[in-house]
């Protein structure tokens, strides 16, 4: 089988992050059990979900990984002229939920498995297909935990995300957070003044991040590579009010930095608590519990593997580039870059500009160029 009937098989398994992808990890698991390759299951906590870990070659030996996320952004609301769950060929075109991002690289990988039992390997090949990518690389976090401490950690990893088959050294970092703005005081809207609203606080709030945007924006760390060479803040998600002559007691903000590798996330983060209990503590002399405060709902690492580094020598080699591009959108790069240590370069087939849209594709070219790195890998790996 090639890899576009992987990939036709893969996108018939409607692996939306919400959903289980059990019935996908079990048919990868059957294939290359066929095979004799060893694998594991890493299943998530409640037993829905599970990643997968393969390892083709001599064992206790570190090798090179490639990496995978095995589930999709849902289809809800979107205009598809396709079944988005089942692939449809059409002039060079592979169409699918998934085809881009990433179920065509899951299926480069999974045939390069495959392929890699009929050679003898001298450095193992292994393959890490994870589930919840797309909220935020929650569930590889539970493979990295077994593989920190594995006798040996791999040398090299490609997470294999749709770049065109460029070669991304890296892409920024992330937190996403929400405020909680709580105000007080007397509920009837006709008695505005004696209470504190608690939209104006989210607002208030709101102008504190957009401030903090406009200073990063000029005199925050730069890093040219990135079309916005700056580190990002943003409000996605606003939620309060019950009635309109009601002084709203509740105000949640979702919000997200963006991180470039020169600053710290964290440090941002810090400094909007500071404001944000400067604002808290203005609304107290008339709502005493009023307050602002902030959870992290997720984060993960940027990844920022140096150019000059052998594993982007190497991954170059393979494909044939002279440049190097980093990516707008995060990966489970930056958590096996920090987590486990391992170069990690971004490398995969497709584009994102046709991921988490209606009428996802893949060209079979870029499905072909991806294949034939992976040759190249295996014949490195001998
Ligand atoms: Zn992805």
């Known amino acids: 089988m090639s890899s576009i009937d992987y990939l036709e098989k893969l996108i018939a398994f409607p692996t939306v992050s919400r959903d289980s992808n059990l019935d996908l990890i ?44 095995t589930d999709v952004v849902p289809v809800d609301g979107q205009d598809w002229t396709v079944p988005p769950f089942k692939m449809t060929e059409r002039d060079g075109r592979l169409y699918g939920r998934g085809a881009a991002d990433m179920k065509g690289f899951v299926s480069c990988a999974l045939a390069a498995c495959l392929k890699a039992t009929e050679r003898t390997l001298k450095t193992p090949l292994h393959l890490a297909l994870s589930y919840d990518e797309e909220i935020g690389c929650v569930g590889v976090r539970r493979m990295i935990d077994i593989l920190r401490v594995a006798p040996q950690k791999p040398i090299l990893c490609i997470v294999g995300e749709p770049t065109g088959m460029q070669v991304a050294s890296g892409h920024k970092g992330k937190i996403a957070a929400r405020a909680r703005c709580r105000g007080g005081g007397e509920s009837h809207s006709a008695s505005a003044p004696r209470s504190v609203n608690a939209i104006h606080l989210g607002c208030d709030f709101v102008a504190v991040l957009r401030k903090r945007q406009s ?57 909007l608590r500071h404001a944000a209990e400067r604002i808290a503590t203005a609304a107290r002399p008339i709502a005493p519990d009023a307050a602002i405060d902030i959870d992290v709902i997720n984060a993960y690492p940027g990844l920022d593997t140096p150019l000059s580094s052998e594993a982007m020598a190497f991954v170059k080699s393979l494909t044939g580039a002279n440049e190097t591009i980093k990516v707008a959108f995060g990966t489970e790069g930056g958590l096996f870059s920090r987590d486990l240590g391992t170069p990690t370069v971004v490398c995969g087939p497709g584009s994102m500009a046709q991921g988490h849209k209606p009428d996802e594709y893949i060209t079979v070219e870029q499905l072909r160029r991806c294949d034939e790195m992976l040759n190249t890998l295996l014949q490195r790996l001998c």
């Open 215 to 271: 200073q990063l924006s000029k005199v925050g760390p730069r890093d040219s590579d990135y079309d916005i060479p700056y580190t990002t803040i943003h409000a996605g998600k606003f939620n309060a009010g019950v009635a309109l002559n009601i002084v709203p007691t509740l105000c949640e903000v979702d919000f997200e930095i963006r991180n470039v590798a020169a600053d710290d996330a964290g440090r941002i983060l810090k400094s």
């Open 26 to 69: 079990r048919y990868a698991a059957e294939l290359l059990g066929a095979r004799g390759i060893e694998y594991r299951i890493i299943p998530s906590q409640d037993g829905r979900k599970a990643n997968l870990f393969a390892t083709v070659g001599p064992a206790g030996v570190p090798g090179v990984m490639l990496s995978g996320h």
